[in-house]
């Protein structure tokens, strides 16, 4: 086809006719488009809202799987390492999973005076386990819906995974709903779900969050994942409304994700004792982190004036 082209354009100059747009228009686009076929690229995108699309070149493809509650994909991208995503949304990658385990777990497990006994609901992946072990916790239970996350995680993300070999730790697989209502005694019990679809739905539910409470001690602090106020305000103002009419204290603090929607993101807290404002952290453990500290403890919780705004209206 090059060829037929380049021919074309030199008969056409031996005539002397002025079809110069051919080598300079036409060949050039035919190129591009002949590189794109045999050099194609793939690329990994995720529909962040109906009007933001996200999307990652994907250099390698590790494994697709669909499980009986959804499609589990591995990717490998140059920038961002290894992608974990459900159902086409990305839950984690390795370039920056650290600013969203490290935060789910530290600020509630520090703000509880001595947690020893923690539920994770979902986290299948094993990042908020890995963080919540780094405290001299006596027992992790963590209950999935989904075998499968948990299998990929240990075969693909052998960093973020590996805690479930602590003898510490208890996994449950089964509905994170059904399992709150029969169990409880717990201190702290962090909600690291999928986003509010699919199985997920209810766990972002006032009747799911009032099971929480009745499966916390007396002294006992929740917290859940809750979307980039960018985004999904009106989801974080139901779920702020939904946690303060059922437990005394209520905080929203913030963390930065860059891989998710919107970024800036938020986790909802609902404490039945301890006023997380007014908790002293100076004399916390010292723990290896690699993004959470004392005073971004404090900092987080000092939420900015927009998102006081929208949580006040
Ligand atoms: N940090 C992630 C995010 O916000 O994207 C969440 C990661 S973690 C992989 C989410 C887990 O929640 C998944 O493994 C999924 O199987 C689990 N999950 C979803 N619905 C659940 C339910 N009803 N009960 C227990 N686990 C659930």
Redesign the pocket.
Known sequence: MIFLITNLAATSRFLNLNLSYISDIIVPIFSYYLKEVIFMELWFSEFQSKNIKFSLKVNKVLSIEKSE??TIAVYENEDMGRI?A?DN?I??TTKDEFT?HEMIAHVPMFTHNAPEKVLI?????GGTLREVLKHPVKHAHL????RK?IETSKKFFPYISYSFEDPRVKVFIE???EFVKKNSGYDVIII????PIG??V??FSRDFYKDVFNALNKDGIMVA?TESPFLYADVIKRIYDDISSIYPYTNIYTSVVPTYPGAFWTFSMGSKMVDPLKKDITQTLDIETKYYTKSMHKACLDIPPFLKDMLSK
């Open positions: 509650y959804q974990l459900l949304v839950q984690l969203y609901i979902g986290g299948g992946d209950v999935d819906i989904d996350v509905d994170g709903i690291d779900s999928t986003d199985p997920a209810n766990l994942q």
